[in-house]
C-alpha cells in the first residue's frame, strides 16, 4: 500500500506561479515513480506530468511543456510541480499519482486526494 499526499494549490492570477509538492508513503514508496494528472470542470481526467527516480527521466503533457516543471526532492518518495505562466484554463483539481510507470497513461495504481487550483484571468 503506498499513500499519497499532495499539498499546495491555491488561487492565482493568469500569467502567475504556484507550486505543488507530493509526497508518497509506504512500504513501496521509494520504488514507484510520482505523477501528476488533473480534472476540471466538464473536462475528461488529464496527464499532466511525471517524474521516475530510476533515470531521472520526466514527462508532459504537450499542454504544460515549456510552463511546467516536475522535480524530485532530495528523499526518494518526494516531487514538487512548479506552474508557471498559468493560464485561466489550468484550473482544475489536482492528483498526484504513485504508480511503477508514473507515464502510464491508462492507470496509475494510487491516486491522493487532489487539491485545487484556480486561475483568475
Request: net charge neutral; glycine share 12%.
Given at each position: 500500500?503506498?499513500?499519497?499526499?499532495?499539498s499546495?494549490g491555491?488561487?492565482?492570477?493568469?500569467?502567475?506561479?504556484?507550486g505543488?509538492?507530493?509526497?508518497?508513503?509506504?512500504?513501496?514508496?521509494?520504488?514507484?515513480?510520482?505523477?501528476?494528472?488533473?480534472?476540471a470542470?466538464?473536462?475528461?481526467?488529464e496527464?499532466?506530468?511525471?517524474?521516475?527516480?530510476?533515470?531521472?527521466?520526466?514527462?508532459?503533457?504537450?499542454?504544460?511543456?515549456?510552463?511546467?516543471?516536475?522535480?524530485?526532492?532530495?528523499?526518494?518518495?518526494?516531487?514538487?510541480?512548479?506552474m508557471?505562466?498559468?493560464?485561466?484554463?489550468?484550473?482544475?483539481?489536482?492528483?498526484?499519482?504513485?504508480?511503477?510507470?508514473?507515464?502510464?497513461?491508462?492507470?496509475?495504481?494510487?491516486?491522493?486526494?487532489g487539491?485545487?487550483?484556480?486561475v483568475?484571468?
Open positions: 500500500q503506498v499513500l499519497v499526499q499532495e499546495g491555491g488561487l492565482v492570477q493568469a500569467g502567475g506561479s504556484l505543488l509538492s507530493c509526497v508518497a508513503s509506504g512500504q513501496a514508496a521509494t520504488t514507484y515513480g510520482l505523477g501528476w494528472w488533473r480534472k470542470p466538464g473536462k475528461q481526467l496527464f499532466v506530468a511525471a517524474f521516475h527516480w530510476s533515470d531521472g527521466s520526466t514527462y508532459y503533457a504537450d499542454s504544460v511543456k515549456g510552463r511546467f516543471h516536475i522535480t524530485g526532492g532530495d528523499g526518494k518518495n518526494v516531487v514538487y510541480l512548479l508557471k505562466n498559468l493560464k485561466p484554463e489550468d484550473t482544475a483539481v489536482y492528483y498526484c499519482t504513485a504508480d511503477p510507470d508514473a507515464s502510464d497513461l491508462v492507470r496509475q495504481d494510487y491516486w491522493g486526494q487539491t485545487q487550483v484556480t483568475s484571468s
